[in-house]
């Protein structure tokens, strides 16, 4: 089984480790997600699980920020 | 000095809630809403693009101790409203909430039942809602009784700067509320923004006309004493309105 596995973050495709939880994804590409909610699969994952998520082959990641708005 | 307004026990000193859209860039946004005087601003929520993050809306407004509003804008039903709010409060942390539901972009008249039954569940899972709606009296009653903390009626379309276009619906509004009644969108001068608070709104919630002026910062201040104008206008009584001309002066008749 390979080591490496296809997510794609706001429809950007990553090639990554399999290793890696949603918190350690963001860190070693450096995604600032200050300010920001996660969704997957149209569910949210409150940011104090990010640590322990794995991710998997195919999954995809929906990361969310507030902008100016009336 | 105003009587202060509470909204859900908070207590607010200004009446001038403010938009975060539309201002040229984030520093004359955040002298212009420090200039206001507001105490609570909205902002949205949006996918962040990986390739090309968006300037940190969030550090200006609360580096300038102002209350957060997120709102759902975007969402066309009460089903996507509910998942922006649940996003919304665990990005910002916050449970205040604009609810808005505009499923047609041209117009982007709120859908009343979508509103509604949004309303219902929001409140039910912990939120403060203050849903962005039609000058209906029904409709405002009735997203009273689910447990809206605020209803924010509007004046006239959103960006329309019309004004107080539903001033015979609002007037009702007003009288038979029990929650803070904020006038929001199509308030386009301060002259509008000062009679809704005539009228006896509580507070109006102001983005366009401060932030697409040619000068934001100084509008914020006439946007700010009209509301200040305005509300002391209400507390203290305007004269009633006389068709038959009523004299100031004693008519003393010494001509005769």
Redesign the interface.
């Given at each position: 089984m390979s080591n490496l596995i296809t997510i794609e973050?706001?429809t950007?495709a990553y090639r990554i480790e399999r290793i890696h939880s949603i918190h350690s994804f963001f860190s070693q590409y450096k995604?600032?997600t200050?300010?920001?909610?996660?969704?997957m699969n149209?569910q949210?994952i409150?940011?104090a699980e990010w640590q322990t998520r794995g991710l998997s082959d195919g999954e995809s990641i929906?990361?969310?920020?507030?902008?100016?708005?009336? | 000095m105003s009587e202060r307004l509470t909204i859900a026990g908070k207590l607010f000193s200004s009446r001038l809630f403010t938009?975060?859209?539309?201002?040229p860039n984030?520093n004359v946004?955040q002298k212009a809403l420090i200039e206001s005087g507001t105490e609570l601003s909205?902002?949205?929520?949006?996918?962040?693009?990986?390739?090309n993050?968006?300037d940190?809306?969030?550090k200006p407004i609360v580096d300038a101790g102002i209350n957060?509003l997120?709102?759902t804008?975007g969402a066309k039903n009460a089903r996507e409203a509910i998942?922006a709010a649940?996003?919304?409060r665990?990005?910002?942390g916050t449970n205040w909430l604009k609810l808005e539901i505009h499923p047609d972009p041209k117009y982007l008249m709120p859908d009343p039942i979508e509103t509604l039954k949004a309303a219902e569940e929001l409140v039910r899972q912990g939120f403060i809602v203050l849903p962005y709606c039609h000058a209906d009296p029904v409709l405002c009653k009735h997203l009273e009784e689910v447990g809206c903390a605020a209803v924010m009626p509007l004046g006239a379309p959103?960006?329309s700067n019309k004004g107080i276009a539903s001033r015979d619906f609002l007037e009702i509004i007003i009288d038979q509320a029990r929650v803070p009644v904020v006038v929001d969108a199509g308030i386009g001068a301060p002259s509008h923004a000062a009679f809704a608070m005539e009228m006896g709104a509580d507070a109006v919630?102001v983005?366009?006309a401060i932030a697409a002026a040619r000068n934001p910062i100084a509008m914020a201040t006439a946007f700010k004493l009209a509301v200040q104008s305005g509300r002391l206008a209400y507390e203290n009584g305007l004269a009633p309105v006389n068709t038959q001309a009523v004299a100031s002066s004693p008519l003393t008749a010494f001509l005769d």
């Open positions: 973050l706001n950007v995604v600032d200050q300010g920001c909610a996660l969704a149209n949210i409150p940011r929906s990361l969310f920020q507030a902008i100016a708005g009336g | 938009g975060t859209g539309k201002f984030s946004m909205t902002m949205a929520l949006k996918r962040v693009e990986v390739n993050p968006e940190n809306i969030l957060l997120p709102n804008s998942f649940q996003l919304a665990e990005a910002l959103i960006g919630l983005n366009t």
